[in-house]
């Protein structure tokens, strides 16, 4: 009987959220992301306290026990740089416990962009600079090199996985998107367009989102989900194919998915139960991509997410709003590099975190509720205008601090 194989992958992330940054803090205060902020959803150690407590702690006492319990189960993570530096600032048993998942060698580190940022499609030196942050940082906290790659919010193309791939990359995940499927099915490993020897990861949509978005959702007509149904579903959905990606922010479990909506129990419940059955197992990413050979090659001309009915960049990129605050941000960048200012270019990095182009969405109907739910401000409008606030004051650092002058408006 051949293997049926899942590859876990799940996404860690926390953005520095912009305070309420008004056009009068402009030129005074540089504070953009003040931790005194008595807005909760503003302030972000209030945030990622909540979200260790709700998510993370638990998540990873529970992935520690499954690891201990079951020599099969593996997983891959990645993790930002922006989640990393807050986990040290304010939560340092958060990240010792991301430590001993990936020192168990089961738990796979998947390479990205520190700052969780939409660059590669603005500045391709800004973008590698940020890819070059991060491998330096989890060398440093977490002693590993990564192999495989995956783009902010799964955001991908053919230039990127010849990029990835010229850059020794293994691997590359992105979503596995019907239309550009069209009659194959995500459950293989593929070969990207135009690449030598790098590997295409695709998430099975339908059944990872079965747990991201659908999971609690009581007038799902599926709901509840069981551990029998599920099982029943992966095994039906690969067939004959040997593995299913099931690829998910790792905030799924606890934030997204709350501990009353049984998400914690379902999971445990169902990793011991795959793995009952003797041609079950897991993968890793780069396992995965060991033990198949491609089935064929993709091609996406044009950029596909994981994101929204549309999976494209409307999310971040789909309204002026959102394509002013890019613009602005990236044509800053060689004289905010030139000045070697290292809070000056921190605060600008941080203000490219996708996030912040997230909360101005002005999408309606499914995708506006989720924009709504992430959003920590009023309004889209809210989060443009105090971005755009922040931006106006980079300028205003650069002119007095530094003196490039040459900048408009």
Not at 59 to 82: C, Q, R, V, W, Y
Not at 305 to 317: P, V
Not at 350 to 366: A, E, G, I, R
Not at 372 to 394: C, G, H, K, Q
Request: proline share 3%.
């Amino acid at each position: 009987m051949s293997t049926h194989g899942i590859t876990l992958y799940l996404h860690v992330h926390q953005p520095f959220r912009v305070r309420q940054y008004s056009v009068f803090d402009t030129a005074v205060a540089h504070d953009y992301f003040d931790e005194t902020a008595t807005d909760t959803d503003r302030n972000n150690q209030r945030v990622f306290l909540k979200v260790a407590d709700k998510s993370y702690r638990p998540m990873n006492a529970l992935l520690e026990k499954l690891l201990a319990e079951h020599p099969d189960f593996k997983l891959s993570l990645s993790i930002t740089g922006t989640f990393i530096e807050q986990a040290e600032q304010w939560a340092p048993d958060v990240l010792e416990s991301f430590k001993r998942l990936v020192a168990t060698g089961r738990v796979e580190i998947v390479a990205e962009t520190y700052y969780h940022s939409l660059a590669f499609f603005y500045s391709r030196s800004e973008f590698e600079r940020q890819v070059e942050a991060h491998r330096n940082k989890i060398r440093e906290v977490f002693g590993v090199d990564m192999r495989v790659f995956r783009n902010t919010e799964l955001a991908y193309n053919d230039e990127l996985a010849r990029w990835a791939d010229a850059n020794g990359y293994k691997g590359i995940l992105a979503e596995g998107w019907d239309p550009i499927l069209q009659w194959r099915s995500p459950n293989y490993v593929y070969r990207p367009a135009g690449t030598q020897s790098i590997a295409l990861l695709l998430k099975n949509y339908r059944l990872s989102d079965d747990l991201a978005f659908r999971f609690s959702n009581k007038d799902w007509n599926q709901y509840p989900l069981t551990v029998e149904k599920y099982s029943e579903w992966l095994n039906a959905s690969m067939g004959d194919q040997p593995l299913v990606n099931l690829f998910m922010d790792y905030e799924t479990f606890g934030e997204h998915q709350w501990v009353e909506t049984g998400i914690f129990s379902f999971f445990e419940n169902f990793i011991t139960s795959w793995l009952t059955h003797p041609d079950h197992t897991f993968y890793t990413v780069s396992g995965a991509i060991d033990a198949f050979l491609p089935q064929g090659e993709i091609s996406m001309p044009n950029t596909i997410t994981w994101a929204d009915n549309e999976r494209d960049l409307t999310a971040w990129l789909g309204n002026t709003m959102q394509t002013e605050i890019v613009k602005y941000l990236y044509s800053l960048e060689d004289d905010i590099l030139r000045t070697n200012d290292l809070s000056l270019i921190a605060d600008w990095r941080k203000l490219q975190t996708s996030d912040h182009l997230y909360y101005m969405c002005t999408k309606w109907f499914t995708d506006g509720d989720v924009h709504a739910y992430f959003s920590p401000y009023e309004s889209p409008y809210d989060a443009f205008l105090f971005v755009m606030n922040t931006i106006r004051d980079l300028r205003f650092r650069l002119h007095v601090d530094h003196q490039t002058g040459g900048l408009n408006g």
